[in-house]
């Protein structure tokens, strides 16, 4: 069993930053990759980053050149660095751990999800 807490999320303007955090806890945190995922008002959620236990990172094509994925395995604590953000990018932002490797994750295979940080970027 693990759980995910989410912190760090609130309101910004745009071109601004934010990073996340996502603190794990649990048994045999080495042995899941995590996740970010992220839903807007009336869409579904989708895919925004992952690393693996190495710290192998992928990305939504479109958000990589603003958003970094990074993980601490001493702290068992994940976070995603989140820079020039825009309005399209308020949502939801929700943590996952998947067992084995961080690819392919999709919001159909995560094991554990956290309840959820709200990142709204005002206009």
């Known amino acids: 069993q693990v759980q995910l807490v989410e912190s760090g999320g609130g309101l910004v303007q745009i071109g601004g930053s934010l990073r996340l955090s996502c603190a794990a806890s649990?048994?045999?945190?080495?042995?899941?990759?995590m996740g970010w995922f992220r839903q807007a008002p009336g869409k579904e959620r989708e895919f925004v980053a992952a690393i693996s236990w190495s710290s192998a990172r992928y990305y939504a094509n479109s958000l990589k050149a603003r958003f970094t994925v990074s993980r601490d395995n001493r702290d068992n604590t994940v976070y995603l660095q989140m820079n020039s953000l825009e309005p399209e990018d308020t949502a939801v932002y929700y943590c996952?751990?998947?067992?084995?490797?961080?690819?392919?994750?999709?919001?159909?295979?995560?094991?554990?999800w956290g309840q959820g940080t709200q990142v709204t970027v005002s206009s």
């Open positions: 649990g048994h045999s945190f080495s042995n899941y990759a």
């Open positions: 996952a751990a998947k067992w084995g490797t961080a690819q392919p994750m999709a919001a159909g295979n995560c094991d554990y």
